[in-house]
């Protein structure tokens, strides 16, 4: 697909054609093609190095692409669109000895045509500490401030970088609850996750990228309708592979047998047959990391842990 097609195609608020960007041997992107539409909350998602944060940072303007083309609402990405653009970075460095509100009004007051802050505090739930130091906040606290800042310009299109990356489950959640709000508002989001549930619970559309290319593209329940059917059994893998009633996909991966099945019952009945210990079975549909696993071989979660 070409560039004039990628922008004809979709009335998208974002158009990338053929993106590519190298760093001397290593291709970081190679050739990207996607569109995101107005309203989407649009997930990339992806193990370390796989061009996750190449990607954004050239849909930012940060970096320019080797080749390729970026298209804002039909037109050439340009100076004037980046600076449209909120932006939440992996990490941000904030001006020292400074209070949550005044970061707000510091910031504020780099645009002309700034949000009202106290709708930014109510959005962001930032009422509690407004008044402490920035440096003393917890990490969802801190997540909710920069989020916030992101804001500040007004921006229809939102990027997030791992945006809950270190929080724990209960301010992960809560943070779910604020991009489900900013949402609501009509904003379009571009999302990299390495959290499969927060992809699935919060994602319209996504690409899942490897070794700078995509591998899969789409909604997460059309992707898991696409990939499996049924339910996915998985047990300790005992020392030999059972044979299995056709139709089913017998793997072992990280020590345990995974059976893809449209039949649980049939299932269960063949391991039986062949004495296999069915301590420790899980029956479980499928999810993006099961996805991802069946793509690549390995486990998001695996590679996420081993690359930090």
């Given at each position: 697909?070409?560039?004039?097609?990628?922008?004809?195609?979709?009335?998208?608020?974002?158009?990338?054609?053929q993106?590519?960007?190298?760093?001397?041997a290593?291709?970081?992107?190679?050739?990207?093609?996607?569109?995101?539409?107005?309203?989407?909350?649009?997930?990339?998602?992806?193990?370390?190095?796989?061009?996750?944060?190449?990607?954004?940072?050239?849909?930012?303007?940060?970096i320019?692409?080797?080749?390729?083309?970026?298209?804002?609402?039909?037109?050439?990405?340009?100076?004037?669109?980046?600076?449209?653009?909120?932006?939440?970075?992996?990490?941000?460095?904030?001006?020292?000895?400074?209070?949550?509100?005044?970061?707000?009004?510091?910031f504020?007051?780099?645009?002309?045509?700034?949000?009202?802050?106290?709708?930014?505090?109510?959005?962001?739930?930032?009422?509690?500490?407004?008044?402490?130091?920035?440096?003393?906040?917890?990490?969802?606290?801190?997540?909710?401030?920069?989020?916030?800042?992101?804001?500040?310009n007004?921006?229809?299109?939102?990027?997030?970088?791992?945006?809950?990356?270190?929080?724990?489950?209960?301010?992960?959640?809560?943070?779910?609850?604020?991009?489900?709000?900013?949402?609501?508002?009509?904003?379009?989001?571009?999302?990299?996750?390495?959290?499969?549930?927060?992809?699935?619970?919060?994602?319209?559309?996504?690409?899942?990228?490897?070794?700078?290319?995509?591998?899969?593209?789409?909604?997460?329940?059309?992707?898991?309708?696409?990939?499996?059917?049924?339910?996915?059994?998985?047990?300790?893998?005992?020392?030999?592979?059972?044979?299995?009633?056709?139709?089913?996909?017998?793997?072992?991966?990280?020590?345990?047998?995974?059976?893809?099945?449209?039949?649980?019952?049939?299932?269960?009945?063949?391991?039986?047959?062949?004495?296999?210990?069915?301590?420790g079975?899980?029956?479980?549909?499928?999810?993006?990391?099961?996805?991802?696993?069946?793509?690549?071989?390995?486990?998001?979660?695996?590679?996420?842990?081993?690359?930090?």
């Open positions: 697909m070409d560039a004039e097609q990628v922008v004809s195609a979709t009335p998208a608020v974002l158009a990338v054609s993106l590519c960007k190298s760093y001397g290593l291709k970081a992107v190679n050739n990207l093609s996607f569109s995101v539409k107005a309203g989407q909350c649009f997930g990339l998602l992806g193990p370390n190095g796989a061009g996750k944060t190449t990607t954004l940072e050239m849909l930012e303007g940060i320019k692409p080797d080749s390729g083309a970026i298209y804002y609402q039909g037109e050439i990405a340009s100076r004037r669109h980046f600076q449209q653009l909120g932006v939440q970075f992996q990490q941000t460095a904030l001006q020292d000895f400074l209070t949550v509100e005044e970061t707000l009004q510091m504020a007051a780099f645009y002309p045509n700034p949000a009202d802050i106290a709708e930014l505090i109510q959005l962001c739930d930032l009422q509690d500490f407004l008044t402490q130091d920035h440096k003393k906040l917890s990490g969802g606290q801190r997540q909710r401030l920069l989020l916030a800042l992101a804001l500040v007004q921006p229809q299109i939102l990027f997030l970088d791992e945006p809950t990356t270190g929080l724990d489950p209960h301010a992960r959640r809560n943070f779910w609850a604020l991009i489900q709000r900013i949402k609501q508002q009509g904003r379009t989001i571009i999302l990299t996750t390495h959290y499969m549930d927060e992809a699935e619970q919060l994602c319209d559309e996504l690409i899942i990228v490897d070794k700078g290319q995509i591998i899969a593209q789409g909604s997460p329940q059309a992707l898991l309708r696409q990939h499996f059917e049924g339910a996915l059994l998985q047990l300790p893998a005992p020392g030999f592979l059972p044979q299995m009633p056709v139709c089913q996909q017998v793997s072992v991966q990280g020590g345990q047998l995974c059976i893809q099945t449209p039949d649980v019952q049939l299932s269960i009945q063949a391991l039986l047959q062949q004495q296999v210990p069915l301590q079975l899980l029956v479980k549909s499928a999810t993006l990391d099961d996805l991802f696993l069946k793509l690549t071989g390995h486990a998001l979660s695996a590679v996420t842990t081993e690359a930090a």
